[in-house]
Structures are given as structure tokens and as C-alpha cells.
């Protein structure tokens, strides 16, 4: 059936279909609404009550369900950016620490969404002062040999020159995780080193210190240097 009608417009319709004429009558009142019309409300769709009710609802699921709220964010000292494909598993076992230290850090639970860019408390542990006491080289050998055995003392200088270059205020590794001449890794071995008296990463930068925690940890090894093992030095 043909027709010639004026759509509500005012746009005279010739030569329609009836089913086109009323495709395109539905089109128009949409554009209608979605267009704003002069000296009226602004009746479209920015200010259209379903789109206000559709952003109040995304806004209060997202904060719900994706953005985790970090405890303590303020005392927090090491961050893990969050990169795609990660998990709290996952970073966990990267910084070392167990899942449950990780979600309570972050006020998190194992079902909160991480999104890529966010930034991840790893640790809320001080952050290591260098002291302003510089040791010399001499100074720092002499401290390797007087506390190691005979039999091993040239062992452990070659280790401490590798690791640090003999310098007690050398703080390295992934995350700042290794400390001092011997490079000890502070978050591994926290609880031994807590029951020999070091109970903060900053007492590892007192070279006496540090190569007493290297001994100990050498023998905890059963007087092996596996704990400094590479490819190429395995003695």
C-alpha cells in the first residue's frame, strides 16, 4: 500500500510503503527524544531519568565488586603494579609473602577484580634508612675475616665482593628484597633472623651484622654456599 502522509516532523512522506512510512515514523521520535529541543527541558538522553538510574547503579556495583579497598594504604612501602592476567595468587608468590598476608595488606578477598594499573601493597614493613657510616674496604675485610672460619673466609670475601662490591649499604634484588655485604634476603629468612636479634632489614646494613647473618645462614645449609650458588660458582 502507498501512501503520502506529513510525519510528525512536518516532513511530507510520498511514495512509502506503509511499513517504511512507519519504520521511519519510529525512527523520528526517537531522533525527537534523543535531540534537545529549544526553550524546553532538556528531555535527551544525558539527562533522560533511565540513564541516571543505569549510572547510579554502575557506579555503586563498581564500587562494590571492582575497586579494592586498601587498608592502611597510607603505611604502605613496596606496590606491585597489577598487570594483565594477574592474580592475587600470583603476586603473592612473586613477592614472596603468603595470600593471606597479601589480601589482608589490601583489605582484599581472593574474589576482588584487580584492575590493570592498580596499584597492589606488597609490604608495609619500614622503609631501609642508609646510614650515613661509610666503611671502608679494608674495614669490611677485616670484619669478613675476623668472624668466618679460616677454611672459608676467602669464600666469603669472593661472595660479599660479588654480591656487594663490599659495600654494607648496598640494598638490591627484586622489590630492594636483598640486603647488605652478603645480600641477605631479609623476607625469606625473617624467622630466624628474629630469633638471632634481627628483627628490622635496616640491622643487616651493619656490616658486622650482615656477615654474622651470612654464616648463620651458611651453616643453617649445612656448611654449604648453595644460598649464593650460580651457573658458574658452586664450590
Not at 510525519?7 to 523520528?28: H, K, P, T
Not at 666503611?135 to 668466618?148: L, T
Not at 649445612?222 to 664450590?235: A, E, H, I, V, Y
Request: with cysteine.
Amino acid at each position: 500500500m502507498t501512501v503520502t502522509l506529513e510525519s510528525r516532523l512536518g516532513n511530507e512522506i510520498g511514495d512509502y510503503s506503509f511499513f517504511n512510512f512507519w519504520r521511519g515514523a519510529r525512527a523520528a521520535e526517537w531522533g525527537a527524544l534523543l535531540r534537545r529541543c529549544p526553550g524546553k527541558p532538556d528531555r535527551g538522553f544525558k539527562s533522560h531519568p533511565l540513564r541516571q538510574l543505569i549510572l547510579v547503579s554502575f557506579v555503586a556495583v563498581s564500587a562494590v565488586f571492582v575497586a579494592p579497598a586498601q587498608v592502611g594504604a597510607a603505611s604502605c612501602t613496596e606496590f606491585h603494579q597489577a598487570r594483565s592476567n594477574d592474580s592475587w595468587s600470583r603476586i603473592a608468590a612473586r613477592n614472596n609473602m603468603s595470600l593471606k598476608a597479601l589480601l589482608n595488606l589490601n583489605g582484599a578477598k581472593t574474589s576482588t577484580l584487580i584492575l590493570v594499573g592498580k596499584q597492589i601493597c606488597t609490604s608495609n614493613q619500614p622503609i631501609v634508612v642508609i646510614p650515613a657510616t661509610q666503611y671502608k674496604r679494608k674495614e669490611v675485610v677485616s670484619i669478613i675475616r675476623e668472624i668466618w672460619p679460616d677454611e672459608h673466609e676467602e669464600n666469603a670475601l669472593f661472595v660479599a665482593n660479588r654480591e656487594s662490591n663490599l659495600n654494607p649499604n648496598v640494598v638490591g634484588g627484586v622489590n630492594d628484597c636483598c640486603i647488605g655485604l652478603f645480600q641477605i634476603y631479609y623476607s625469606v629468612h625473617r624467622s630466624w633472623l628474629t630469633n638471632s636479634g634481627v628483627t628490622e632489614r635496616a640491622q643487616l646494613l651493619d656490616p658486622r651484622v650482615n656477615t654474622q647473618a651470612a654464616l648463620a645462614l651458611f651453616k643453617r645449609n649445612g656448611n654449604s654456599w648453595k644460598p649464593w650458588w650460580t651457573k658458574s660458582w658452586r664450590p
